[in-house]
């Protein structure tokens, strides 16, 4: 007989694995399905853990592991251009190392609205964090080694064939709602009939992973998480990985060359490190990629779901392609698991393409963008920053300034963040007030419906996002407003809803209205000043009956 799930998720990555996790703690029983075996690390990609993603990892209780893991705590998190690795200086985008983070408030990142500042770690080190805690959980059962090769549906439920890899055995596999997290290759993208869509070729980079242990003792004063070289001849970024000996670099080819194997790897890798022939480096890994935008044009048939690079690749600026998708697993987790409970409807499931969908397709064209701009930046470095004297100097400083402006933006992304809104969402009770804009960096805290819910601090220290329950939360800033016909059409409803009241010496500016009900993913429903005439209708459009 076919053992049966609520979720099934097809892909143990850092996106199948937040979304299991989340399921999870919600209560639901969720089996995954991975290639990879237990705890394997992945391919050394991503680098940059976001703030809300943090802030995700916070609320299923895994925060502090990934924080204690990663580069070393006093290794400087700082973006560093230079001519090359051990050049000269061109700009600095100072970003606190982990050990410095509760002392350091000068950097582009530090004022940062939420509990969580982002974290530097390398997705090698990162998904073994999140499988271990994952494999915690009574109610995930993690299948490793396992693939799944088939699936269809019907009205009542999935139908997965799942092979082993050592013996090429089938199991068969059933389950209320199927979800892709299965990478940019996804099958379960093709079983539905999704397509990609965007920009195939935006830009290509010949990455190699290696392990030399004298790098660190040549780079000029204090070293980068990022160092990324601009010289006239090949550019490149050069990432710490242990913060000791081992680092991932990228040449970026020029426009015009479009075959990775007419670029000499190691003339590249010399050339971007700024070493001479009697510099010994071991190669570790090696990969060729092409940088692109593609979004699928749908997230969903009925009963199965994508998420994550399933749904959507693009170039890596502003380090936000996982972290894209683990926002996707924390959207599609609460609704699917409050469907699941019975106290949400169809239209919650309908919300997941309405909200994400949008937000992917513009997070794509931010990130291709920068990359365009950071091409053009490529193309046109000054002969002169590698000059001697006042003249190199002048160069360095005139271009490093342009320089600064444009990648702020993408190592300190506070739009892609917090700025980020829901406009046309089922679940969603507008009413009238436009969004503030929002860019890669810039965004402007607001409780507008469909906004992030502003964060703030208690008086006692806790965060909002640690007295805020499982379900949604009415904050109340005025404790004479009555609120229990909510409570009471919630409760009838089996809707989960608590009331944090919030003082006035705690209340945020951002914060007008007397009422305001944060969903479980920390996005605003509604808001108010008094409750309206219809409290029902209102619970019911919230939770999509
Ligand atoms: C150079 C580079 C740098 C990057 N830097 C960043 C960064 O700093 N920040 C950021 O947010 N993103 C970054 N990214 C993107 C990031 O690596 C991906 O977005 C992220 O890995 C996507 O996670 P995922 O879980 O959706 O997919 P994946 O990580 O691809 O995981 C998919 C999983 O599914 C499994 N799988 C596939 N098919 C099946 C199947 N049929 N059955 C069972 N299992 C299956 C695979 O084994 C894999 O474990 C970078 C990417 C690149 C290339």
Redesign the pocket.
Known sequence: MAEDFQVLI????????TLAMDLARRGVRVGM????KPGEP?SV??????AR?MEAFRLLGVADAVRDAGLPADYPNDCVYRTTVTGPEITRIPIPSRAERGTAFAGPDTWWPTPEPPHRIN?IYL?PVLFAHALKSCNVTIFSE????DLSQDDTGVHCI?RDLPSGRTRELTARYLVG????????RAAIGAKFAGDAVIQR?Q?TYIRAPRLLGLIPGRPGWMNLSLNPRRCGNTIAIDGRETW?I?SYLYEHEEDFAALDRDASIRTVLGVGADFDYQVLGK?D?I?RRLVADTFRDRRVFI?????H?WV?Y?????????ADAMNLSWLLAAHLAGWAGERALDAYVAERGPITEQVSHFAMNHALAAMRHRREVPTEVEAPGEEGALARRRFGEAVYSLNVQQYCCGGLNFGYFYDRSPLIAYDGESHPGYTMAGFTESTVPGCRTPHFWLADGRSLHDVAGLGFTLLRFDARVDVSPLMDAALQRQMPLEVVDVSPQERPSAYREALVLSRPDFHVAWRGNALPSDVPSLVDRVRGA
């Open positions: 097809s892909g143990a990555g850092p996106v199948g694995l399905l991975e290639r990879r992945p990609k991503c680098n940059h853990v976001a993603t997705q998904e396992t693939e799944l090769a799942a997290c299965d990478g940019a290759r996804s099958l379960v980079v990455s991932l990228h990969e990629w940088g998420c994550g690079d399933s749904a690749i890596p502003a380090g936000y392609g996982m972290n894209a998708g683990i």
